[in-house]
């Protein structure tokens, strides 16, 4: 089993930053592929960014390349996203999510382990 908090959410005007953190623990192998989704009220969940721990491979969203950014801890596995430059419509509930196997990619339905959420609100 994977447990997965996430922390750093909150209210910026347009072009601020934020960083987010998702603290991660349970079995290592279960946690190779570890990403940020979003969700929009009204909208689906979309990927955002993923990191493969070992292969450390990252993959982007376009919406969000050359602002994001997301890295690891190699120790303790914990997952961050940087975010610049933030818009009105990167507001969203964030999640983190972790998923075992060599795939790393976008797609929210292929991951098992996911935390509860922390809200990113951006206003004009």
């Known amino acids: 089993q994977v447990q997965l908090v996430e922390s750093g959410g909150g209210s910026v005007q347009a072009g601020g930053s934020l960083r987010l953190s998702c603290a991660t623990s349970?079995?290592?192998?279960?946690?190779?592929?570890t990403g940020w989704f979003r969700q929009a009220p009204g909208k689906e969940r979309e990927g955002v960014a993923v990191?493969?721990?070992?292969?450390?491979?990252?993959l982007y969203a376009d919406s969000v390349k050359g602002r994001f950014t997301i890295s690891q801890e190699n120790a303790n596995l914990t997952v961050y996203l940087e975010m610049n430059s933030l818009k009105p419509e990167d507001t969203a509930m964030y999640y983190c999510?972790?998923?075992?196997?060599?795939?790393?990619?976008?797609?929210?339905?292929?991951?098992?382990?996911w935390g509860q959420g922390t809200q990113v609100t951006v206003s004009s």
């Open positions: 349970g079995y290592t192998d279960r946690r190779d592929c």
């Open positions: 999510a972790a998923r075992a196997g060599t795939w790393c990619g976008l797609a929210s339905v292929w991951f098992d382990s």
């Open positions: 990191i493969h721990a070992g292969r450390k491979t990252k």
